[in-house]
């Protein structure tokens, strides 16, 4: 009876406070990542004024059969540079080949929409080409001769995809190095040719790979603004923008949103189901790596053209053209409106970066240290921003962000008779909002890969001599992953300077970004004085792109 009255005494139940702020801290980040998409889909389900039904019988499927065929088409041209490049550069040396393969990385520095503006002044009436035909053959003006039309989807197509690549060859190379050498040497042995092996062996041990790079690259497609819109192509992005902007219905644009989840959802499905089932292990840890074949005479120059190809289209040509630019209108770039822009840039890219790479570190590290399941179960989902466009984040972010503003600006005149205005949406910060929800898995990602190289017992000691969770991180995590979270802010940075389609539906009224400043002065066909910005763009990216080639290097 003894026995049975001692077990019925309940355990007192133990709730650390420490468990509880990780706990908590993961769920409010987790809460704040999903907060736009949910408010999307709130927003979507009890529109003020319906208007699906107009669209689904008008717009909406010219939106969303133009965002399909570009889809398809940049995912298709992309998936084959990407490989085809990162096959050539593992396989084979040819002239050429120690500059290539990292200058094929460079592209990732160009915006698809800075890309779009350099084709169109090179390739249009009054663009050198065009101007020297006419002076070379005689011709008076545009009708003694034919040109296709630049503005087109076929060139959207090429743009995106001469910028976007890079995605597909970075994951596909890294899939072929790690292939072992004795699997071609065998396919070899058995005869096949160098067709045979890059078909029957290469492309299925690294289809993962590739497929994965393909799903970021078609999603990179549906987010992007600048690109489309310079081209006149109407996607579910620029939709967004025109019901929302141009029609003023929020709930129609929310509902063309949720179409666009609905795409993302449906890749990152696909990508997924690709991979399913497949399987590939190297027999041995000592496996060498396939040794690179040499090629000579016309073989090896045809090899270098086709790594050569989609570096000048996605790279050569666009620096070129904004560089001339920048050249020839010196005077650009001690313009006020630029280095305005540049500050703003700097404060909110700044501010984005830090802000996401704590809140990622903490999220980590919570991860770690918390007994609960509850911050294991929401760190995945603090990933989904990455995969939702900018246009959709910030719909989702501006309409609760706008209503919890003006409550604060009432009940603040409520209590003090003093109107302060909007102090959140009259200012920077639902941009940085938007830039952290949207790259937060980039520095999640780089927090958990540089935590997981630290060896457990280092922090354990730390604790046993008395460190608090918090000076542990502190003490001993940091320092020791000091240039991965380096790498996490200049990432994260990187990546706010070049988002569009967020910055333009969030920014204060006159308050411009490098991004939004290029974006305003091309649409007005003054690559000029956007020449100056984009080139600070481009050196911002290329920052990152080094980075990238040095983490790569073999």
Same mark, same amino acid.
């Given at each position: ?55 689904? !019988? ?18 298709? &041209? ?23 393969? @990292? ?31 006419? +002076?070379?053959? #005689?011709?008076? =003006?545009?009708?003694?001769? @034919? ?6 989807? %076929? ?29 071609? =040497?065998?396919?070899?042995? $058995?005869?096949? #040719?160098? &067709? ?8 299925? /041990? ?29 996607? &579910? ?6 019901? @929302? ?31 399913? #089932? ?9 496996? *060498?790596? !396939? ?41 650009? @770039? ?16 700044? !501010? ?13 590290? #919570? ?8 911050? *294991? &179960? ?6 989904? %921003?990455?995969?939702?466009?900018? +246009? ?8 609760? /962000? ?7 600006? =009432?009940?603040? $005149? ?65 320092? /020791? ?6 790498? +996490? ?14 910055? /333009? ?50």
């Amino acid at each position: 009876m003894m026995t049975d009255k001692i077990a019925r005494i309940p355990r007192p139940r133990r709730w650390p406070a420490q468990l509880d702020r990780w706990s908590l801290g993961a769920a409010a980040i987790a809460i704040l990542v999903l907060l736009p998409i949910l408010a999307v889909l709130a927003l979507a389900a009890r529109p003020g004024e319906p208007i699906w039904a107009h669209l689904l !019988s008008t717009t909406l499927p010219r939106y969303f059969g133009n965002t399909v065929i570009l889809m398809l088409g940049v995912g298709l &041209l992309a998936a084959v540079a990407g490989t085809v490049t990162a096959w050539l550069v593992v396989m084979y040396r040819f002239p050429g080949r120690a500059v290539l393969q @990292w200058a094929l990385l460079f592209p990732l520095a160009i915006p698809a929409y800075v890309g779009a503006y350099a084709l169109v002044d090179f390739l249009e009436y009054a663009g050198p080409v065009q101007t020297a035909m006419r +002076a070379q053959f #005689g011709w008076a =003006d545009g009708r003694d001769y @034919w040109f296709p039309d630049i503005r087109s989807r %076929g060139a959207a197509i090429i743009v995106l995809a001469a910028s976007l690549y890079p995605y597909v060859y970075l994951l596909a190379r890294a899939g072929f190095r790690e292939q072992a050498g004795c699997t071609f =040497d065998v396919a070899r042995a $058995l005869g096949a #040719g160098p &067709l045979a092996r890059f078909w029957r062996v290469g492309m299925p /041990l690294a289809r993962p790979a590739i497929a994965a790079g393909t799903a970021v690259v078609m999603m990179e497609t549906v987010n992007d603004f600048g690109t489309v819109e310079f081209f006149g192509v109407q996607t &579910l992005t620029t939709g967004i923008f025109t019901v @929302w902007l141009e029609m003023g219905n929020a709930g129609g644009a929310a509902q063309i949103a949720c179409v666009i989840l609905m795409l993302v959802l449906v890749l990152v499905t696909l990508e997924k189901v690709s991979r399913r #089932g497949s399987r590939f292990y190297r027999l041995s840890r000592s496996d *060498r790596e !396939s040794s690179p074949i040499t090629l000579g005479g016309l073989r090896g120059w045809a090899a270098c053209a086709a790594c050569a190809l989609p570096v000048a289209v996605g790279f050569v040509l666009p620096i070129s053209v904004i560089t001339a630019h920048a050249i020839e209108q010196p005077d650009r @770039w001690v313009d006020p409106g630029l280095l305005k822009a540049l500050l703003n840039t700097l404060t909110v890219g700044g !501010s984005a970066a830090v802000l996401t790479v704590l809140g990622a570190l903490f999220m980590v590290y #919570g991860v770690r240290l918390a007994r609960s399941r509850l911050p *294991r &179960l929401l760190m995945p989902v603090t990933t989904i %921003g990455y995969a939702a466009p900018g +246009a959709v984040l910030g719909l989702g972010i501006l309409l609760p /962000l706008a209503a919890f503003d003006n409550a604060v600006a =009432d009940g603040i $005149l409520a209590v003090t008779g003093h109107d302060p205005g909007l102090l959140l949406t009259g200012s920077a910060a639902g941009i940085v909002l938007a830039y952290c929800v949207r790259f937060f898995a980039i520095a999640q990602g780089a927090a958990d890969a540089a935590m997981g190289r630290v060896s457990p017992s280092l922090p354990m000691a730390a604790r046993a001599l008395g460190r608090t969770a918090g000076g542990t991180l502190r003490g001993v995590y940091v320092p /020791l992953i000091r240039g991965s979270v380096g790498t +996490a802010l200049l990432l994260v940075f990187v990546d706010a300077v070049k988002e569009l389609p967020a910055t /333009l539906l969030l920014r204060p009224f006159n308050y411009n970004t490098l991004a939004t400043r290029v974006h305003e002065q091309a649409s007005l066909e003054k690559i000029g004085e956007a020449a100056p910005a984009a080139l600070l763009v481009i050196g911002v990216g290329l920052a990152a792109v080094a980075v990238m080639a040095r983490a790569n290097r073999a």
